[in-house]
């Protein structure tokens, strides 16, 4: 049944190595989509909450006071059966993907 998998990307050069491997993978063009994420603009209302909640939790408790790193990619592969599913996971998984 044809669908698509997604998977995220923490550096633009392995979602990048991930979609080359699957066009000489033989999947087409067509079905390969690297879309970069857009950078989030600052929200103060959103910066305000994460600095009080980050004052009441003691710094070694719960290490939210580092920022988590954020995807910069997302590739996105159709895919007919589950054979090309089972290829394209396994492509994006050498390149380091994470869960979309």
């Known amino acids: ?3 698509t998998v997604y998977r995220n990307f ?3 050069t392995d979602a990048q190595a991930a979609h080359d491997a699957l066009l000489a993978a033989g999947f087409p063009q067509s079905a390969v989509k ?3 994420h857009k950078a989030l603009p600052g929200d103060t209302t959103a ?3 994460e600095n009080i909640m980050n004052s009441l939790t003691p710094d070694s408790a719960d290490n939210t006071d ?3 790193p954020r995807p910069v990619a997302l590739l996105a592969v159709d895919v007919l059966d589950e054979q090309q ?3 394209a996971q396994g492509i994006m998984a050498q390149s380091n ?3 979309a």
């Open 97 to 99: 993907a994470i869960d």
């Open 10 to 12: 923490m550096s633009q």
């Open 47 to 49: 910066s305000a909450v």
């Open 1 to 3: 049944m044809a669908h």
């Open 66 to 68: 580092e920022r988590r």
């Open 34 to 36: 690297l879309t970069p």
């Open 85 to 87: 599913e089972e290829l």
